[in-house]
Each structure stands twice: as structure tokens, then as C-alpha cells.
């Protein structure tokens, strides 16, 4: 589904600024795969190239067999609504509802009113926020943020959920929540790409692990555990 293909990326073209260097591995349909690393290892490049928000220096980046870098600006909307991307500061609207956050979202996709109405219900019934679909940003816990986030991610049905660092600004029990919901989503089969420095957490899951150092992979098992050397 998804293959990074001797990925570079190198920042200013300075040699002290290489972000990934000739990076390779695939990711298979309802995946869940954890990127592990310390800060600067690499992770959050790697899906900004997926989602092409950034291009990489060298390489190639497939989905679907489909290379990302080829895809012309008219494809590239499409490209992200089958990735769903959740990050570390939510990045909700604070002025709108969680039903609204989600619903603008789709709206920006050319969704129908018919299908607001129905899947924004229903997306934020997943994530266990039916009860508070009226309320704005500023009512919410920091767990309930990220759980509306992950709502406006899934709206669009996406094939694949990239979340960089989701739990970063969490406490232990909504970081345990957030982590069980990316484990729910998976097992309803939507291929799901976890960024984290969080040792603990990927411990827990016995998932494949694919851990960076410096731009390198260093190791790929599955299952894996959180080995820095």
C-alpha cells in the first residue's frame, strides 16, 4: 500500500541539516505500524513527504502504487483524504463545535449535506464524544481534543491514519485512551502509522516497530520494542 523507496531528505542542502537518508520500507494494507526515534530522528518528515506537504531531496514515495511525487496539484486532494492526519496540538477551530470542526473538514472536501448530517454523527459516535457534539474546544479535556481531531481525520473514510506524536500533550489515562481508539480504528481495517518517542506505549502494543536514528532506519521488527542504542 504505502513504499518508501531510498527516501533523502536534506534541509538547506547543508550537510549538517540531512532530516532522512536513503530511508526504505513498506507498509502494508491494515498495518499498524509505530515510528519510533528521539526528536529530529526523522519521523514527522517522513509522513509530511507521505501526505506531501514536503518533498523529499532523493527517492521515491508510492501509495496505492501511485507515486506521490509525480501526482499533479489537481491529485493531491484526493492523496490526503484517503491519508486521515492527526498531530500532537489537535489544531481544532476554536470558534466551532466539535460537530462543526468535523463538518467543515468534509465540507472542504465536497462532502453533501446528506453526508455531513450522517457520518459526522456517526464518526464522532466512533470516538466516544456523541454526548459532545455542542460543545466548543475550550469545554473539552486535552483526551477529548485529540478525539475529536482523530473524528475529523476518520471523516473522510481514509485508508490510512498518520498521528505524529498524538499523545505529546496528554496525561498517562487519555494517552492510554487515544492509544486504544488508534488500536479500534485499526481493527475496523484502516492501516494506522503511530510517530512516537514514547517508550512505554510501544512496549505495550507488540506492533511492528520501524525505530530511526539520525535519518537511518536502525532497526525493523514486528513485533518490535523500543530499542535506542
Do not use: C
Amino acid at each position: 500500500m504505502i513504499k518508501f523507496e531510498n527516501i533523502s531528505k536534506i534541509y538547506n542542502g547543508g550537510s549538517h541539516s540531512v532530516a532522512l537518508n536513503n530511508v526504505s520500507f513498506n507498509v502494508d494494507p491494515k498495518e499498524f505500524v509505530s515510528l519510533v526515534g528521539r526528536s529530529g530522528a526523522g519521523k514527522s518528515t517522513l509522513l509530511k513527504l507521505l501526505i506531501a506537504e514536503e518533498k523529499p531531496t532523493r527517492g521515491k514515495i508510492f501509495f496505492d502504487k501511485k507515486n506521490v511525487l509525480e501526482m499533479r496539484p489537481n491529485e493531491l486532494p484526493f492523496l490526503r483524504r484517503q491519508i486521515g492526519a492527526v498531530f500532537q496540538d489537535f489544531k481544532l477551530l476554536p470558534n466551532k463545535t466539535a460537530y462543526e470542526n468535523v463538518a467543515f473538514a468534509m465540507e472542504a472536501a465536497g462532502k453533501s449535506d446528506e453526508e455531513i448530517k450522517t457520518d459526522v454523527p456517526r464518526v464522532l459516535d466512533l470516538v466516544g464524544l456523541k454526548e459532545k457534539m455542542g460543545n466548543f474546544p475550550k469545554e473539552l479535556s486535552g483526551g477529548e481534543k485529540q478525539r475529536v481531531a482523530i473524528a475529523r481525520a476518520m471523516a473522510h473514510r481514509p485508508n490510512v491514519i498518520v498521528a505524529d506524536e498524538p499523545t505529546g500533550n496528554l496525561d498517562p489515562i487519555n494517552t492510554w485512551d487515544i492509544i486504544r481508539l488508534l488500536l479500534k480504528i485499526n481493527e475496523l481495517g484502516t492501516t494506522v502509522i503511530l510517530a512516537t518517542h514514547d517508550k512505554e506505549i510501544i512496549n505495550a502494543l507488540e506492533k511492528r516497530v520501524v525505530s530511526l536514528d539520525k535519518g537511518e532506519i536502525i532497526r525493523d521488527e514486528n513485533p518490535g520494542r523500543y530499542i535506542l542504542s
